[in-house]
């Protein structure tokens, strides 16, 4: 049983972890380091991630560039429109933590303030490599994930 | 010292137009907030000042006044011109000039926003930048920010004092959420 | 009541809704709007009444920001004013504290700044180019610009070690010299690049549907355009010929020859959309000519005027302009005497460029806003500063 189930986890998570579909979600400069990166030099579609628009058929969503709170609440609204599994990448300072924003009367300084983020990428903006590593550790952890077991509870 | 610009605007108002304002900047005046859409539209339709169009309008806190600095512009003529308007900090308010200059529509806007001048006869006086619940006017000097908006908290953990992490017990990795 | 209806209400009174009309919203996340911009579409359908802009969703205080930062410590923060001619934003906060200051820059620095925005404005140029063609369906034209950015970031890169958000202009001068083998390296990615435009014509410029989306699309009249304060390429577009480089000159252009195009309502009507695209492209050819005769009459020298560390300037104020790829971006600068500035105001292009639309939009059917954003070159962070 354990057998079956096993390759039929290994089977799915390869399929997701090879189709990635990120949301098209540019918010500032990272936006554009996120557009290079799917560009032809580093180009994502070959990690099957392709840019969608809607958050209904994403993924993932690459919060790339500054969250202001008057679009947290929407980034909030586009998370939970996003079936599951979904994960979040954090791309740049500003996602990260405020980035060089900390001041600023108006920025969220830190985008898991309103949404559970699963990755972190440093840089300001992030290069396209870094990019490409971050989808790369996101496949290796989905080709990790358990789906049809439950998670074992801790032993007292 | 002063310029043919800022003379001739003086000449056809005299007690709404004084200056010069600011040495090194000779085309500059200072007008009276009441007169303040007529000597602006003497300026666009004047033949020689000419000035087309408003390239910017700016609102800057004194401690002891409100400034509209607004900048001209003549692209035909290829002159500048910069009229400055005085307003009193505590109620400030002027006449719109979106009437002469659609482009004041927007900064007028703006700066109601982040400096709280209110301008008299604009179309349609909101919010531009800031979300419409937002409290305060954070140009002015005197702004504090709020410590949180919509729940979400206005201060970032110091990233100098470690957190200890969180570990999954038995070492599994969690559930794909 | 919640923000959003009660702006919605306000709005219902001023739109005067009638039966059949439907509100439906475009954005702040969307394939199209050039960043986080949005619009609230009233429509019959297809055809829209109003298009009601709401932006701020970028707002990051830059001009609060700028009363907190000493003066060196701000030029990072110009480059996020407009993050794909960061070059020029830099330009023109140099240009305002350097007035402030009184002092001037080194003749190589200057060349080294013309190289450095006239290398940015065509990257800047290609996404505007680009981006307009896939937001009506095209995707190649973007893709090969996309390589061919790929190696204006590799130049940058080169030179001062950031592929977008440069911090390369420093108060009085540049930051770093040019590399070795840079103005060669340059030279010959020019020589293959500019045959790309005349592919990047071929392509998409002259293909009938896509002048058929543009073409007699949304036409501004010049004295509309000057009334609603657009620059830049916008108001060449509409037959105005105003370029800051040529005609308030600053810097080292008045040493450069090159054109200014100009619309001339090449498949349609002067200021429509086709127009506004043309200008860019061929503002993209100027630019390539701009950087060839920039290193051949590139002299050797100096890289940075001598303006110390902890800047303190005398009170005053200045207002600088420069020529951004979207026009002309304006600095104005008040300073008290301290170490930071006492205000600055940042006036860019994309701020009049977005406040035009609603004004057009009457009329319009929803895909033929899509190629008045992409046309208008509006990008978010000038908008919301």
């Known amino acids: ?156 | ?177 | 009541m919640p923000a959003e209806l009660k702006d919605l209400a306000q709005l219902r009174e001023m739109a005067l809704p009638i039966a059949g009309e439907t509100m439906v919203n475009m954005g702040p996340q969307h394939p199209s709007t050039h960043g986080v911009l949005n619009f609230l579409l009233v429509t019959d359908g297809e055809v829209m009444h109003r298009a009601i802009p709401h932006v701020g969703y970028l707002h990051r205080g830059m001009e609060k920001l700028a009363e907190e930062v000493p003066y060196h410590g701000y030029m990072p923060f110009t480059d996020r004013l407009d993050y794909l001619a960061a070059m020029s934003a830099n330009q023109g906060y140099a240009m305002a504290v350097e007035k402030l200051l009184g002092c001037g820059v080194p003749p190589r620095a200057e060349w080294l700044r013309l190289i450095a925005c006239e290398l940015n404005r065509i990257a800047s140029h290609l996404v505007a180019t680009g981006t307009m063609a896939m937001d009506l369906g095209a995707f190649t034209p973007f893709i090969h610009w996309l390589r061919e950015r790929e190696v204006i970031n590799d130049l940058t890169e080169a030179l001062c070690g950031s592929r977008l958000t440069y911090h390369y202009l420093r108060i009085g001068g540049v930051g770093y010299d040019l590399p070795a083998g840079f103005a060669d390296r340059t030279l010959r990615w020019l020589d293959h690049f500019e045959p790309m435009i005349d592919e990047f014509d071929r392509l998409i410029s002259h293909n009938e549907i896509f002048v058929a989306r543009l073409a007699n699309v949304s036409p501004i009249g010049a004295a509309m355009a000057i009334d609603y304060g657009l620059v830049g390429p916008n108001l060449r577009a509409s037959g105005v010929d105003w370029d800051l480089r040529r005609d308030l000159a600053y810097s080292v252009y008045p040493e450069c020859q090159f054109e200014v195009p100009l619309g001339r309502g090449y498949r349609g009507v002067v200021g429509d959309c086709y127009d506004r695209f043309v200008v860019r492209v061929l503002e993209i050819r100027e630019s390539c000519r701009l950087l060839r005769q920039a290193f051949e009459r590139l002299p050797e020298g100096e890289i940075q005027a001598k303006v110390g560390r902890k800047l303190k300037l005398p009170a005053g104020e200045a207002y600088a302009r420069v020529e951004a790829p979207r026009g002309e971006m304006g600095f104005y600068l008040v300073s008290d005497g301290g170490e930071s500035p006492y205000r600055l105001k940042v006036r860019t292009g994309s701020f009049s460029a977005m406040s035009i639309i609603e004004a057009l939009s009457h009329g319009l059917m929803i895909a033929d806003l899509v190629a008045l954003i992409g046309s208008l070159d509006v990008i978010a962070p000038e908008v919301d500063r």
């Open chain 1, 1 to 156: 049983m354990e057998c079956i189930l096993t390759s039929a986890e290994w089977f799915l998570n390869w399929g997701r972890a090879s189709s990635i579909w990120y949301l098209l979600f540019g918010s500032a400069c990272c936006g554009i380091e996120l557009m290079q990166t799917g560009g032809p030099r580093t180009d994502l579609d070959r990690f099957g991630a392709v840019p969608r628009a809607t958050p209904r058929q994403a993924d993932l969503m690459i919060v790339a560039g500054t969250i202001t709170y008057k679009m947290a609440e929407r980034l909030r609204l586009l998370y939970e429109q996003m079936a599951e599994p979904r994960y979040v990448i954090a791309m740049g300072s500003c996602a990260n933590c405020g980035g060089l924003f900390q001041r600023s009367y108006a920025v969220l300084k830190g985008v898991d303030k309103v949404i559970p983020v699963d990755l972190y990428i440093p840089g300001c903006a992030p290069r396209p490599e870094a990019l490409a590593d971050a989808i790369v550790k996101l496949q290796q952890r989905m080709r990790q994930e358990k789906w049809l077991r439950t998670v074992r509870a801790p032993q007292p």
């Open chain 2, 1 to 177: 010292m002063s310029g043919p610009l800022a003379d001739r605007l003086r000449a056809q108002f005299p007690e709404a137009v004084t200056g010069p304002e600011q040495k090194g900047v000779p085309e500059a005046v200072q007008v009276a907030v009441g007169a303040l859409p007529e000597v602006c539209r003497f300026c666009r339709d004047d033949s020689e000042l000419d000035l087309q169009a408003l390239s910017c309008l700016s609102g800057v806190d004194y401690p002891d006044r409100i400034e509209l600095v607004y900048h001209l512009i003549s692209y035909r003529r290829k002159h500048e011109l910069v009229l400055k308007v005085r307003l009193d900090r505590d109620r400030p308010q002027a006449p719109t000039v979106a009437e002469v200059w659609k482009a004041a529509n927007w900064h007028e806007r703006e700066c109601f926003d982040l400096l709280g001048v209110t301008f008299a006869g604009h179309p349609d006086l909101r919010r531009l930048l800031l979300p419409d619940d937002w409290v305060g006017y954070p140009l002015r000097k005197d702004y504090a920010p709020p410590t949180e908006y919509h729940g979400m908290s206005h201060h970032r953990a110091d990233p100098l004092r470690p957190v200890a992490p969180e570990v999954h017990a038995g070492g599994e990795v969690p559930r794909a959420r």
